[in-house]
């Protein structure tokens, strides 16, 4: 996978091929996704030059890296997958499994400057075939989420990164409120700018900008009506985060960040987006550490959103009837709530580490205005033997929609991975991956099996 062919972690795999589960624009929500210590209200962490690293993260890079001219290195690995699915489109009655062949390439590079000037590059590409049903092979090439470019250079006291993120995905697994659809093609990038002024040893603050896009590609297929033309989106986000070192156990600070979000389909409602609260790094001890955020948030939309559009229009009413028909089923609402973030993390040895994360947020719905997303999650890293490495990963989903057809459901997951490495660049690799939901909406239920079995090589 990217950066990493052969991590243990179960999770490593289905975010890597972009079926991990994000927050629909705002940012991602999940730790498995990008950690919560360390990031932006827009959710990525910014990179950070070498001497920065801890120990293990400063081996990992090492280990990215395969040649080198001058001070430029780069890194290739090539894998090769099969998959079972025996549940393509997370559908309650019409399921369909079948075996899927997915080859996967990764490179990283980094070229370092100077001492304090770094850019780096990374890109994972992969693809799709399935043996059965054609109909729902890759639509070109995918780009993994994990993708990006980056440059890091400083300016006295101040750090300054300039980044893009970009993606080309077709999975559903990561949208929650959607079910029975096989492929959601989309096409995301996000690209920003951000400082972190060291101002002296205890006080820090970092301002920063991002600009994201998600573009979309096809029709979902959903009810036959709903196209993916209503999530198109652009949204920037300015964000400050002022922090404290009161100790070097302990780091307090703020993190704010407004957002402004502008659907291309008139039938979604413009909107902003605010978060701020407080948070707190801990240092527990040498082998623990824990972080924790929480505020108030607001997602609030400029007029109501109609997003049964285009079934209305096909319906022939006029205009008095499609009116009041509208008025009944458009989604209206605000939202003005509490977040919360957790994470702690334990490494009580070399061979093993594990990590048990919370978070409570309101994000951008699929086919809601928004959706109130409560997320659970444990995931473990095991050396087993020299060359066995175990990484179970479970978690639980509860959200609710916007609109007065409003979804309840409840989604649980678990996932297991084993890497065997034959040799120091060759690595098999085993995950299975299960997944539950539980709608209030009829037909909005499903489970999902899904095999993996890989084989990885680095050059």
């Given at each position: 996978?990217?950066?990493?062919?052969?991590?243990?972690?179960?999770?490593?795999?289905?975010?890597?091929?972009?079926?991990?589960?994000?927050?629909?624009?705002?940012?991602?929500?999940?730790?498995?996704?990008?950690?919560?210590?360390?990031?932006?209200?827009?959710?990525?962490?910014?990179?950070?030059?070498?001497?920065?690293?801890?120990?293990?993260?400063?081996?990992?890079?090492?280990?990215?890296?395969?040649?080198?001219?001058?001070?430029?290195?780069?890194?290739?690995?090539?894998?090769?997958?099969?998959?079972?699915?025996?549940?393509?489109?997370?559908?309650?009655?019409?399921?369909?499994?079948?075996?899927?062949?997915?080859?996967?390439?990764?490179?990283?590079?980094?070229?370092?400057?100077?001492?304090?000037?770094?850019?780096?590059?990374?890109?994972?590409?992969?693809?799709?075939?399935?043996?059965?049903?054609?109909?729902?092979?890759?639509?070109?090439?995918?780009?993994?989420?994990?993708?990006?470019?980056?440059?890091?250079?400083?300016?006295?006291?101040?750090?300054?990164?300039?980044?893009?993120?970009?993606?080309?995905?077709?999975?559903?697994?990561?949208?929650?409120?959607?079910?029975?659809?096989?492929?959601?093609?989309?096409?995301?990038?996000?690209?920003?700018?951000?400082?972190?002024?060291?101002?002296?040893?205890?006080?820090?603050?970092?301002?920063?900008?991002?600009?994201?896009?998600?573009?979309?590609?096809?029709?979902?297929?959903?009810?036959?009506?709903?196209?993916?033309?209503?999530?198109?989106?652009?949204?920037?986000?300015?964000?400050?985060?002022?922090?404290?070192?009161?100790?070097?156990?302990?780091?307090?600070?703020?993190?704010?960040?407004?957002?402004?979000?502008?659907?291309?389909?008139?039938?979604?409602?413009?909107?902003?987006?605010?978060?701020?609260?407080?948070?707190?790094?801990?240092?527990?001890?040498?082998y623990t550490n824990l972080y924790l955020e929480g505020g108030y948030?607001?997602?609030?939309?400029?007029?109501?959103?109609?997003?049964?559009?285009?079934?209305?229009?096909?319906?022939?009413?006029?205009?008095?009837?499609?009116?009041?028909?509208?008025?009944?089923?458009?989604?209206?609402?605000?939202?003005?709530?509490?977040?919360?973030?957790?994470?702690?993390?334990?490494?009580?040895?070399?061979?093993?580490?594990?990590?048990?994360?919370?978070?409570?947020?309101?994000?951008?719905?699929?086919?809601?205005?928004?959706?109130?997303?409560?997320?659970?999650?444990?995931?473990?890293?095991?050396?087993?033997?020299?060359?066995?490495?175990?990484?179970?990963?479970?978690?639980?989903?509860?959200?609710?929609?916007?609109?007065?057809?409003?979804?309840?459901?409840?989604?649980?997951?678990?996932?297991?991975?084993?890497?065997?490495?034959?040799?120091?660049?060759?690595?098999?690799?085993?995950?299975?991956?299960?997944?539950?939901?539980?709608?209030?909406?009829?037909?909005?239920?499903?489970?999902?099996?899904?095999?993996?079995?890989?084989?990885?090589?680095?050059?």
């Open positions: 996978m990217v950066g990493k062919p052969c991590a243990s972690r179960a999770q490593d795999f289905f975010r890597d091929l972009g079926t991990s589960r994000s927050s629909g624009g705002i940012g991602p929500v999940v730790p498995s996704d990008y950690t919560y210590e360390n990031a932006s209200p827009s959710g990525l962490r910014p990179l950070r030059p070498g001497q920065d690293l801890s120990v293990t993260e400063a081996q990992e890079e090492e280990d990215k890296f395969n040649f080198a001219l001058g001070n430029f290195r780069f890194g290739a690995a090539l894998g090769v997958g099969i998959e079972f699915n025996d549940n393509i489109k997370l559908s309650q009655n019409d399921r369909i499994s079948d075996f899927i062949f997915r080859p996967v390439l990764n490179l990283d590079s980094e070229w370092r400057l100077s001492d304090l000037n770094t850019l780096r590059f990374n890109i994972g590409l992969s693809y799709a075939k399935y043996f059965q049903h054609s109909e729902f092979d890759t639509d070109g090439v995918l780009i993994s989420p994990t993708s990006e470019i980056a440059f890091t250079m400083y300016t006295g006291p101040v750090k300054w990164t300039v980044r893009d993120r970009g993606s080309y995905q077709e999975d559903t697994y990561d949208i929650p409120d959607v079910s029975g659809v096989p492929q959601y093609k989309r096409w995301e990038n996000q690209a920003g700018l951000d400082a972190d002024w060291a101002i002296n040893q205890s006080f820090d603050l970092t301002v920063g900008y991002d600009h994201y896009n998600l573009w979309t590609t096809g029709n979902s297929g959903q009810q036959d009506l709903t196209g993916f033309q209503l999530q198109d989106r652009a949204i920037d986000t300015i964000f400050v985060k002022p922090s404290w070192q009161m100790n070097p156990a302990i780091k307090v600070g703020v993190n704010a960040s407004y957002s402004f979000i502008d659907f291309k389909d008139p039938a979604r409602s413009d909107g902003e987006g605010l978060l701020a609260g407080p948070f707190i790094e801990w240092q527990i001890s040498e948030q607001s997602l609030t939309f400029d007029h109501a959103s109609n997003f049964e559009d285009a079934a209305i229009n096909q319906l022939g009413l006029s205009a008095t009837d499609a009116a009041a028909v509208r008025a009944s089923v458009q989604d209206s609402e605000d939202s003005h709530s509490y977040y919360v973030k957790f994470e702690i993390n334990n490494r009580p040895s070399e061979f093993f580490k594990h990590r048990l994360s919370f978070s409570k947020t309101s994000e951008v719905g699929f086919l809601s205005d928004f959706i109130t997303l409560y997320n659970v999650e444990y995931d473990a890293d095991w050396k087993v033997t020299e060359k066995l490495e175990l990484g179970p990963t479970v978690f639980y989903e509860h959200y609710t929609t916007s609109g007065s057809l409003g979804e309840k459901a409840d989604r649980i997951g678990a996932a297991i991975g084993l890497r065997y490495h034959i040799r120091n660049n060759l690595t098999l690799g085993l995950d299975y991956r299960y997944i539950w939901k539980n709608s209030n909406l009829d037909g909005l239920d499903y489970y999902q099996n899904l095999v993996f079995l890989s084989l990885y090589y680095k050059f």
